[in-house]
T-cell receptor, first 114, second 114 residues
Framework: GAGVSQSPSNKVTEKGKDVELRCDPI?????LYWYRQSLGQGLEFLIY????????KSGLPSDRFSAERTGGSVSTLTIQRTQQEDSAVYLC????????????FGQGTRLTVV | AQSVAQPEDQVNVAEGNPLTVKCTYS??????LFWYVQYPNRGLQFLLK??????LVKGSYGFEAEFNKSQTSFHLKKPSALVSDSALYFC????????????FGSGTRLQVQP
């Protein structure tokens, strides 16, 4: 597609349930990022994939969070045993090869844990 | 470590007046610097970037940013603000060595009064 696509756009889940958030990056983009944005707040880095390199997982807040990227394209962010503090907008971004290029963002998934 | 500071949570300016949104950074190696804008209920949009070359970078919607290496700053500017510029602005940095993920600042809310 033309841009980064995220699904679902909204997700309401009960505390303790697992959720999966999906990101389809722009075709040909080798880098993929996940960020989290709480209401009106800044962007919190979660995880970064670059080509076939080992992902940078340094931003994942707990072991309940995990992400994978299959075939160097689609990525899934999984949150296990969700907690109310996990409620936020989860943003995915991708960028083409080259460090001088910025990232292109999707519209995000708004996760609400009730 | 790689970091970005946006010292102002909010900037208020009257329409027609010049605006400045401040950003300072810390990074290993040479910096790649970016500004993004987020309108209400919208995704992040790229505004401009500094890679190398001229210290004054021009971007979308009449915005520009000035790179100052000695002060490690990359302030966003516009000569004449519009009400429609009211949004959340994020500065981001990536170094050309070490960690390659984009690090974002906490964001600055720009409010332009008519």
């Amino acid at each position: 597609g033309a841009g980064v696509s995220q699904s679902p756009s909204n997700k309401v889940t009960e505390k303790g349930k697992d959720v999966e958030l999906r990101c389809d990056p722009i075709s040909g983009h080798t880098a993929l990022y996940w960020y989290r944005q709480s209401l009106g707040q800044g962007l919190e880095f979660l995880i970064y994939f670059q080509g076939n390199s080992a992902p940078d997982k340094s931003g994942l807040p707990s072991d309940r969070f995990s992400a994978e990227r299959t075939g160097g394209s689609v990525s899934t962010l999984t949150i296990q045993r969700t907690q109310q503090e996990d409620s936020a907008v989860y943003l995915c971004a991708s960028s083409p090869p080259g460090q001088s290029v910025g990232a292109f963002f999707g519209q995000g998934t708004r996760l609400t844990v009730v | 470590a790689q970091s970005v500071a946006q010292p102002e949570d909010q900037v208020n300016v009257a329409e027609g007046n010049p605006l400045t949104v401040k950003c300072t950074y810390s990074v290993s190696g040479n910096p790649y610097l970016f500004w993004y804008v987020q309108y209400p209920n919208r995704g992040l949009q790229f505004l401009l970037k500094y890679i190398t070359g001229d210290n004054l970078v021009k971007g979308s919607y009449g915005f520009e940013a000035e790179f100052n290496k000695s002060q490690t700053s990359f302030h966003l500017k516009k000569p004449s603000a519009l009400v429609s510029d009211s949004a959340l602005y994020f500065c981001a940095v990536r170094g050309d060595t070490g960690r390659r993920a984009l690090t974002f600042g906490s964001g600055t809310r720009l409010q332009v009064q008519p």
